[in-house]
């Protein structure tokens, strides 16, 4: 069963001076076991949406459903495992063990249970089990962030929602994280991140949605978002699709520079054989 958004609207300080219109008529579906990149612009209300799933804020008009369940019920936020853009916004124990712990034991699961749940959720997130005693304030940001990251997966979620979720993490981490959540999708777990890093998301990513100025602009495979054009790219695509554009055959639809080395080298061989036959005509 999925996530489902139906004309969703949303505004911050609604009915004041200030109120801001964040989100307007969001119909969006979100399957187990997909990976999802939500894209746009600052203030587009990426962040928002996300808020959105795990009844963080509730929608103005419209509903949104987590495998039919409201998300104010307990188990619906059983279900989402959420990251906040600041991870350290999130953090509110005196130990590192006792933050992973929190949720496993909110939710009625045994102390030897919640004990394993912290070790397995460390150990994906590449940290180690000294960690397990010091106070997540006194951490490094990135730390931080895997430490938030490890309790939402202590929870097992059948989605995983984050934003930003390797900004700030230096390029090994940011390696370790993607890796990380690849093993979690390939596990069967929705990944629905929130990002700016196309470079790093891209090559993972299956379904894309773009947000501009509080609508869907986008939503679709990442093979279509490419042929409407839109934008942001990774940069090695962007290349591909101007090579393209300015003659040469390559097909754009590549998101590592390993793919695109390939299909450039395919593509000097086509051409080689062209005019090899073409001279011995
Ligand atoms: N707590 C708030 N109170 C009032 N307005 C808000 C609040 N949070 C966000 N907004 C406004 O809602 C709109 C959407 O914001 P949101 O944080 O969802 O964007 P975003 O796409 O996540 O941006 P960014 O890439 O900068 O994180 C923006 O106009 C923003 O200024
Ligand atoms: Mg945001």
């Known amino acids: 069963m999925p996530i489902i958004l139906e004309n969703v609207s949303f505004s911050y300080s609604k009915k004041t001076p200030l109120e801001t219109s964040a989100l307007r008529n969001i119909n969006l579906r979100i399957e187990k076991g997909e990976f999802v990149g939500i894209l746009g612009e600052k203030g587009a209300g990426k962040s928002t949406l996300l808020k959105l799933f795990n009844g963080l804020l509730n929608p103005e008009t419209g509903t949104v459903r987590v495998d039919g369940l409201n998300t104010s019920s307990r188990e619906a936020k059983r279900r989402i495992g959420m990251v906040f853009q600041q991870a350290a916004d999130q953090l509110f124990c005196r130990t590192v063990y006792d933050e992973i712990a929190f949720g496993p034991l909110n939710f009625g699961y045994s102390r030897k249970e919640a004990e394993e749940r912290v070790l397995e959720a460390l150990e994906a997130v590449y940290l180690d089990q000294t960690m397990l005693h010091r106070n997540p304030f006194s951490l490094s940001g990135g730390e931080m962030q895997r430490v938030a990251l490890a309790s939402a997966l202590a929870l097992r979620p059948d989605y995983l929602v984050l934003d930003e979720p390797i900004t700030g993490l230096d390029p090994v981490g940011k390696k370790e994280i993607l890796e990380t959540l690849k093993k979690v999708k390939d596990e069967g777990t929705a990944v629905i991140a929130v990002t700016h890093n196309l470079k790093g998301f891209f090559p993972l990513l299956e379904k894309i949605v773009l947000i501009r100025e509080g609508k869907i602009a986008f939503q679709g495979t990442k ?34 520079v390993e793919d695109a080395l390939q299909e450039i080298l395919r593509v000097r061989s086509v051409i080689e054989k062209e005019s090899t036959s073409n001279t011995g005509k």
């Not at 591909?240 to 003659?247: I, N, P, S, V």
């Open 223 to 256: 093979e279509d978002y490419l042929k409407t054009g839109c934008v942001p790219l990774p940069p090695i695509t962007s290349l591909m699709r101007e090579l393209k554009e300015r003659g040469l055959p390559v097909n754009p639809a590549v998101f590592t």
